[in-house]
């Protein structure tokens, strides 16, 4: 590669980081912040928008709402925040007192976390996810334990051969899964293969396995299926389509939809 191709490379990803960290930023934002002119910055949008990666709005530019590219886990966990606390309360009021479950790394899982750590009780809680586990920091009556295994920093998680070889000796009463999209071929999918791997290995894992999804995951795709839908419980939010809820009830998808109650 050009010395050239490199610096406009290096400019694309300088892009890219300061919309994950800032959301939306005008052009004279990211010229600042990149060190580049107005016009260099318009140039490079256009070739970010082409690849999907970025929205041009009026005036700046925002992470792409469809990208395939998966977020960065802490902008990811603002977006649809009513629809993730509402599915997990519905969650939460599934728990039992001195039983094992599993909570996967999620936006929406992580949700679930926090409503435990203010309603806590005795619970054997394992995870894979570094942001989870931090909820339940000196939280009393939990037994918590953090997987092992390679870091996964889009998603602050755990994955690979290490991680499944550990949940191999281990047995669930519930486990709460998230999904990075639910297609239109009745099946829940990630973006990234290790981690749809080790979901798989949860899934075999468990007594009850529960999806938390919610409604503007479906009708989505991304790149590893992970199960049919079929293979899980169904938690989501009353902003499921009429669509989509006639068609869990056609695939036998046990579904409990979540009240979104006021807006915030």
């Known amino acids: 590669m050009s010395q050239a191709g490199g610096v406009k490379v290096d400019r694309l990803d300088a892009i890219r980081s300061h919309l994950y ?5 005008t052009i004279q934002a990211l010229a600042d912040a990149i060190g580049a002119s107005l016009a260099t910055v318009r140039r490079d949008l256009q070739v970010l928008e082409r690849e999907g990666a ?5 005036g ?30 519905a969650a939460h009021d599934l728990l039992s ?21 203010l309603n806590p009780m ?19 009556n939990l037994e918590v334990v953090l ?9 602050a998680s755990l994955v690979g051969p290490q991680a499944e070889a550990m949940l191999e000796s281990i047995w669930f009463d519930q486990l709460f899964l998230g999904a990075s999209a639910i297609s239109p071929d009745g ?18 894992r468990s007594a009850h396995r529960f999806v938390l999804a919610d409604s503007s995951k479906f009708g989505t795709m991304a790149t590893y299926k992970v199960t049919p839908l079929s293979a899980a419980k169904m938690i989501t939010d009353a902003g499921l389509s009429a669509h989509w809820r006639s068609e ?17």
């Not at 992470?63 to 966990?77: C, D, M, N, P, T």
């Not at 007192?97 to 750590?117: E, H, K, N, S, Y």
């Open 187 to 204: 099946a829940i999918y990630s973006v990234d293969s290790a981690e749809a791997s080790l979901n798989k290995c949860m899934l075999s």
């Open 54 to 58: 970025i929205d041009r709005v009026h």
């Open 21 to 25: 960290a800032n959301g939306f930023s």
């Open 60 to 89: 700046g530019a925002r992470i792409a709402e469809g990208s395939s590219v998966e977020l960065a886990f802490q902008e990811r966990a603002k977006r649809h925040l009513s629809a993730k606390r509402a599915i997990a309360t």
């Open 122 to 140: 005795p619970l054997r809680i394992f995870t894979n996810g570094l942001t989870v586990a931090q909820e339940f920091l000196n939280i009393p």
């Open 147 to 155: 997987l092992g295994g390679q870091l996964r920093s889009e998603n």
């Open 97 to 117: 007192p001195r039983t094992a479950i599993f909570l996967d790394a999620g936006t929406t899982v992580l949700q679930l976390a926090r409503l435990i750590r």
């Open 248 to 264: 869990l009830v056609n695939l036998g998808v046990e579904t409990t939809i979540a009240d979104l109650g006021a807006p915030e």
